[in-house]
């Protein structure tokens, strides 16, 4: 075979991989946000309370948030190709058993085992393309195709949600992940080149640490939904979320001391890309998650809109997201992830600000249209820089465990992000309730939650300025007067 042969081959090869790593990727971020258009339906049909409708999306997010360091740590371990496989496997059977279950508690155990899929799938992906890209442009590129389809996911839940649930049920939106889940799994095994195990460590997956950090994510975030009941002053609520934080406090401990083979390594964390770009995809995904949430309860409960017609109105940001994701990916080259990022989050705490001007009387071209695009243009923006500073300069061998880690903060701060927000909206309707209308009382409460919601994203955006922008500019300068002095 010929060089140019040759090339051309290799370069099939790994558009196609990248395929299969985008279309798995879309499809574990979509099952994030294509429950919300249905969640009405799905409270009629199964007899949902209205605190406990939230645990659809909640044992999704905290099951992938918890799980996603023991799938980073496993696809460095066992294998990413083997990972990738087994994961979409379990995610294609969780969600079968979602569509067929009868009650509410049988949708939220299957809800949870799709998190777990997506858990082990999400990183592997990631690690797949940064074992297959070279670093660089080529890495580059293919990193923001892969954020772009995370960023379309989040944005097309909404309209395939609506569209599944006024066509057919909502049961589809997640029956629709069975055949889908099984055919990247068998390409995956055909395509994905079997990789090197981690040889050097120790055949420990540090399963106490994985259950630990999410028992501790769940009481945590049980403990700040049940506010909205007993109050923030309450015995009940500050016992709630100390023992979260102390399951949190004994995950450090097990990581820093006890654990033979830990799935967090705390050495990772002196890398200061990797730290700073944790902290502002916390904050991220805070803003964003809760977005999403609270633009398909304004379309639908206030503005009246139906199922397809809110999630219509999600096209134009999920165009955005496209369009500013592939310009991220270029620009980060030039500029660097630090200043791409910062004005990433930036647009995105303006276009929340926008939304927290929302009115019960308004309309979706008036109220909703600009400062929505702005708030996805600034998640296009965000996600791929991010996601590059997160594991820039990580060993080969601990990529899963980066990739993972990144996963983590980000749907950790979209879990606790959702709780605070939502139960901040619902006190504030409560509070209302009674002296003026229904759709005004609900208005309030989304008001305040995007308002917050810009709060996380501003301060998302100074880290950026802190940690990344900065650190940067000063490891250049250093490594400046070091070759200087040579």
């Known amino acids: 075979m010929s060089t140019a042969s040759a090339s051309g081959a290799a370069a099939r090869h790994k558009s196609l991989i990248l395929t299969l790593c985008c279309l798995a990727q879309f499809m574990v971020i979509l099952d994030v946000s294509i429950v919300n258009v249905a969640l009405p339906s799905i409270r009629g049909d199964l007899g949902f309370s209205a605190t406990g409708l939230q645990w659809v999306v909640n044992a999704y997010t905290l099951a992938f948030g918890g799980f996603l360091l023991l799938g980073g740590r496993a696809a460095d371990l066992i294998g990413r190709r083997e990972v990738f496989a087994g994961g979409l496997l379990l995610f294609a059977l969780a969600s079968l058993f979602g569509g067929i279950a009868q009650t509410d508690n049988q949708l939220i155990a299957a809800r949870a085992v799709q998190g777990l899929g997506g858990a082990i799938v999400a990183p592997a992906t990631l690690s797949i393309l940064t074992t297959t890209f070279t670093e660089g442009a080529e890495r580059n590129k293919a990193l923001g195709l892969w954020g772009a389809m995370g960023g379309v996911g989040g944005a097309t839940g909404a309209l395939l949600g609506g569209i599944l649930t006024q066509t057919l049920s909502w049961r589809w939106i997640l029956l629709i992940n069975v055949p889908i889940g099984i055919a990247v799994a068998l390409a995956g095994l055909r395509v994905i080149t079997r990789g ?73 964390f002196r890398n200061r890309p990797v730290t700073g770009a944790n902290l502002v995809v916390f904050c991220m995904g805070a803003a964003a998650f809760a977005m999403w949430y609270f633009l398909s309860l304004y379309l639908q409960q206030v503005l009246g809109f139906d199922p397809i017609e809110a999630g219509l109105s999600f096209l134009p940001m999920t165009a955005a997201i496209i369009v500013t994701s592939q310009l991220a990916s270029r620009l980060t080259g030039r500029l660097g992830p630090g200043k791409v990022l910062t004005g990433g989050l930036t647009l995105l705490a303006l276009g929340m600000l926008g939304l927290s001007r929302i009115s019960a009387d308004g309309s979706f071209l008036g109220d909703v249209l600009v400062p929505s695009v702005v708030a996805a243009a600034g998640i296009g923006f965000s996600f791929v820089p991010v996601t590059i500073a997160a594991t820039a300069g990580v060993r080969g061998r601990e990529a899963g465990l980066a990739s993972g880690l990144v996963n983590t903060f980000r749907q950790v701060g979209g879990s606790i992000g959702l709780a605070l927000l939502a139960t901040l909206a619902t006190q504030r309707t409560g509070a209302v309730h009674g002296t003026v209308s229904a759709a005004v009382a609900l208005t309030d409460g989304f008001q305040r939650a995007f308002l917050v919601g810009a709060g996380f994203a501003a301060v998302g955006a100074i880290l950026s300025v802190v940690l990344l922008v900065r650190g940067s500019a000063a490891r250049a300068a250093a490594a400046a007067r070091a070759q200087g002095a040579a």
């Open 196 to 268: 090197n195990r981690d040889q050097a460590a120790a055949r420990s997956f540090d399963l106490s640490g994985a259950l630990t950090v999410t028992a501790g994510l769940v009481v945590l975030t049980y403990g700040i939904v049940e506010t909205d009941v007993h109050g923030w002053g309450s015995a009940r609520t500050l016992i709630t979320i100390a023992l979260g934080l102390a399951l949190l406090g004994t995950f450090a401990l097990i990581e820093g001391r006890l654990a033979k083979a830990p799935l967090v390594p705390l050495r990772i």
